[in-house]
């Protein structure tokens, strides 16, 4: 049972990770979360590169210089203006936020919560599969928890 508490925990915790910097602008913690293939990793950009924020300009400069192109690549995937500023920096600009674009937001931040909810609800199925005499009371109540905490997480952004 612990193990599947952690697991959901892990799953908000993640959801936190991936609203950061939702809530209105584009900021360096955003950037921080998009990961690039580093090694044959998974890795976040704010352990491969030193990310720096001024006005309304983020630069992103990697401390191992060949993954620059990974770096402006993953950057314009997930739907950032990223371009190669120099031969060390990538640069991020940072739009002004109309009134369709917080709508554009506020809709992939509800998606990113729904999936969470699932994920959550996916752990709490996997767990009645493999044990049939679980306490139903115990893990509805962990599963109402993690889907309560989405809810004010996403609600605390939009």
């Known amino acids: 049972m612990e193990k599947t508490r952690s697991l959901m925990k892990k799953t908000v915790d993640f959801l936190r990770d991936q609203l950061k910097g939702m809530g209105g602008n584009i900021n ?3 950037i921080s979360t998009v990961t690039i293939d580093y090694s044959g990793q998974q890795t976040p ?19 191992d210089p060949s993954i620059m ?3 402006e690549e993953e950057l314009k995937k997930q739907g950032f203006d990223a371009y190669k500023f120099s031969k060390t920096t990538v640069v991020v600009n940072i739009p002004l936020i109309s009134g369709d674009t917080r709508r ?4 992939k931040m509800n998606k990113l919560g729904e ?10 199925r996997n767990f009645r599969k493999k044990n049939k005499d679980c306490d139903d009371k115990e893990l509805q109540k962990m599963t109402n928890i993690a889907i309560e905490e989405i809810d004010q997480l996403i609600s605390g952004k939009v």
């Open 28 to 30: 360096d913690d955003l």
């Open 45 to 63: 950009l704010e352990h491969l590169c030193l990310i720096n924020q001024k006005d309304r300009r983020i630069s992103i400069t990697p401390y």
């Open 69 to 71: 192109a990974k770096v």
């Open 104 to 107: 554009e937001v506020a809709s």
């Open 115 to 124: 999936d969470a909810k699932v994920s959550v609800r996916n752990i709490r």
